[in-house]
């Protein structure tokens, strides 16, 4: 009787996720509605025009859909050349040894601070000497945007892919190593095979962390409703538009700044989709 109750339990908190996400979808799609009927689905994904004059609205999310995937890509692009080193430290060079420990709890614990603590520091620190080297003369923008968050998922992605690598069994290493295999070898031919897709999974995290991120780039993007035209422009990402304007709207803005939003939560779904698609073909392989 008891087993049978356990089971009830289980099977109705696991129905919760599936009832919470559709809702979810439910009510954006809802809320979303009137902005898509208005302008038409594919003319509202395409178009580039922001404007809440009365009378006059026009609103697409072509520049905000632009913002975010250049933002977190160039991010994750940042990111992968430190973060995979100290995964690499952490997890397999220094194993054990008190120096990875140190090394780890800082990760963590930079893995953990919040997001408007990295934007502070990248206004008042990343900013100025962007502007004093002249890469970007208003030193906001999609560049700096993109260096903070490559900066605040850097320690997420590592904590997660040194965790990963630690988990690959000691006698596949100790056998290669008595074959004769140097160390970047058992790295290259018995590490990544057995712990990739792991690793793989870190970063599609760290990009949904990216795609979603608010505080950050609003304080650094520029928050201009325009097309960025190059790495070094002003724009909007589709979490800094939704955080800046939808204090302050209301009718039709509302409308597609919600479409906006479910249109961010569906390129995070498909991302994550397509992430679990090529770590199960990974694992096949």
């Not at 420990?101 to 962007?130: C, H, K, N, Q």
């Not at 998922?153 to 988990?167: D, N, R, T």
């Not at 909007?236 to 409308?255: C, H, P, R, V, Y």
Request: proline residues 4%; charged residues 10%; aromatic residues 10%.
């Amino acid at each position: 009787m008891n087993d049978k109750i356990f089971k009830i339990v289980l099977f109705t908190a696991a129905l919760v996720i599936p009832f919470i996400c559709g809702g979810i979808i439910y009510s954006l799609t809802i809320d979303a509605s009137d902005a898509i009927s208005h302008f038409g689905f594919f003319e509202f994904l395409s178009s580039s025009e922001w404007d809440y004059t009365p009378g006059k609205e026009q609103y697409g999310a072509l520049p905000f859909i632009t913002g975010t995937l250049l933002t977190t890509l160039l991010a994750l692009l940042f990111c992968i050349p430190f973060s995979l080193p100290v995964s690499l430290f952490v997890g397999e060079y220094f194993k054990g040894t008190r120096m990875a420990e140190i090394l780890s709890t800082v990760t963590d614990l930079l893995a953990g601070i919040p997001s408007i603590i990295y934007g502070l520091w990248g206004f008042y620190m990343l900013r100025p000497i962007i502007m004093a080297l002249n890469i970007s003369p208003q030193g906001s923008g999609i560049l700096t945007a993109a260096l903070v968050l490559a900066i605040m998922i850097v320690p997420y992605a590592a904590s997660l892919s040194a965790e990963f690598i630690k988990m690959v069994p000691s006698d596949l290493k100790e056998g290669a190593y008595s074959l004769g295999a140097t160390r970047a070898e058992v790295i290259r031919h018995i590490v990544f095979p057995v712990a990739g897709s792991g690793v793989f999974s870190s970063y599609i995290l760290a990009i949904g962390r990216a795609l979603g991120e608010t505080m950050t780039v609003t304080m650094l993007i520029g928050n201009t409703n325009q097309m960025p035209d190059s790495l070094t422009a002003t724009g909007n990402t589709m979490a800094s538009i939704i955080a800046n304007q939808f204090g302050e709207a209301d009718g039709l803005k509302l409308s597609a700044l919600i479409a906006i939003g479910l249109l961010l939560f569906c390129i995070t779904a498909i991302i994550n989709m397509i992430g679990k698609v090529l770590i199960k073909r990974a694992r096949i392989v």
